[in-house]
Each structure stands twice: as C-alpha cells, then as structure tokens.
C-alpha cells in the first residue's frame, strides 16, 4: 500500500504515524498553573534529540476546540516544565492524569502522586516516577495544529535503585518505563535483549591481503 502524506487529511496521517512509530515514550508533563496548583498530563508525542545541549522535545496539540491545553498555557507563560517518566509502578495514575479536568483542578493530588517542589524550577514532580527531567524551555515551534516545545534539561531526579551500583548506568532490571503504540495499546520494557554488531573486519578484508 502506498499513503501520500501531501494529500492525506490530519486524522488519516495520525492514525499511521501513531500505529507505526513506536513505541513512543511517555512524558507525564508537570507545570504550574497560574493560580499556582500543579498540572499534570500525559504526552506521547516526546523523545530526546540531543544531549549538547540536553534538548527534549514535546509536541503538543490543541484541545478539539481549537482551545491551548493547560499545559501548553503554563509552559508558555512559566517557560519551565518537568517530565515525569511512567513505568507500571504509576501508570494508572499516568491515564488519571490525562482525563480532561477542568483548570483549576490539581491533577498530581486527584491521581494520588506525591507532589514534589523541583530543584531549579517552580513546578512539582511526582515523586513516585522513577525519574524526572526539569526544563526550561529553549524554544516554541509553532503550526497551526501542534506546538513543538524544545526544552533543556537542567536537572534530573533518578530512584537510587534504577541506576547500576555505580550510580553510572541505568539497571534494566528496575528501570523499565512503559511507552505507548496506538489508542489504548501500550508496551513495557521488561523483555529487553543485546544486540551486538559483527565486527567491520567480516565484511572488509584489509588492503593487500
């Protein structure tokens, strides 16, 4: 089958880019609202792009109104959010988080989350996720039907036990953040494997010989 994406309608290239790139991890984004409560709501349009600097992106879209998200409002305004990363531990509280309520409503204490002042910005975490990114936006880059927020890392919060006895490397064994396929289908990270690459010389002998 073949799909062209510059006569496709919007809902038509969700469904395949959203069936077909994944998993996609997922962000459950923290920010402070202006009358001062936390929001909290979950985003799977999100990954890494670059760690100099520490850039993470978020793409975000409008409410089916038409209306900006209290998430991207109070990002907009505060310039600060942090990234609370899901694995099974919370993720029901993750799907309470992303039900719609109303702005005033504090989404981290209506999911039972521990709230969590951040180190270097003013938003609260959920303590329960096994690990936190605090950012500060870089840049906005806006279309008409998305905003994608590029925001620099500028301090992390890990659970001891995810991270090796060193404190240097990630311990797959505790850490494993569930990340989303398509509508209700999600994957987890417990089945993980090696994958090693064949040494270069297989397929290249040397000059001369």
Do not use: W
Not at 5 to 27: C, D, H, K, M, V
């Amino acid at each position: 089958m073949e799909f062209d994406f510059t006569a496709l309608e919007a809902q038509s290239r969700y469904r395949l880019l959203t069936n077909f790139i994944g998993p996609r991890p997922i962000a459950l984004v923290t920010t402070r609202s202006e009358a001062g409560h936390n929001n909290a709501a979950p985003m799977s349009f999100f990954n890494v792009f670059s760690h100099d600097p520490p850039i993470v992106v978020l793409g975000i879209q409008p409410r089916l109104s038409g209306e900006e998200k209290d998430t991207t409002a109070n990002i907009r305004r505060t310039g600060e959010f942090a990234i609370n990363m899901v694995d099974m531990t919370i993720s029901q509280h993750m799907l309470v988080c992303g039900l719609g309520f109303d702005s005033e409503v504090d989404e981290l204490s209506m999911a039972g989350l521990t709230a969590t002042p951040c180190k270097q910005i003013d938003a609260s975490y959920a303590a329960e996720s096994p690990c936190v990114f605090e950012c500060r936006v870089e840049r906005l880059i806006e279309y008409p039907r998305r905003t994608l927020v590029l925001g620099e890392v500028v301090h992390m919060h890990v659970h001891r036990e995810c991270m090796d006895a060193e404190g240097h490397y990630v311990d797959p064994e505790r850490y494993q953040p569930i990340a989303r396929l398509h509508a209700d289908n999600y994957v987890t990270s417990d089945r993980q494997f090696v994958l090693k690459a064949p040494p270069i010389t297989d397929f290249i002998k040397p000059q001369g010989k």
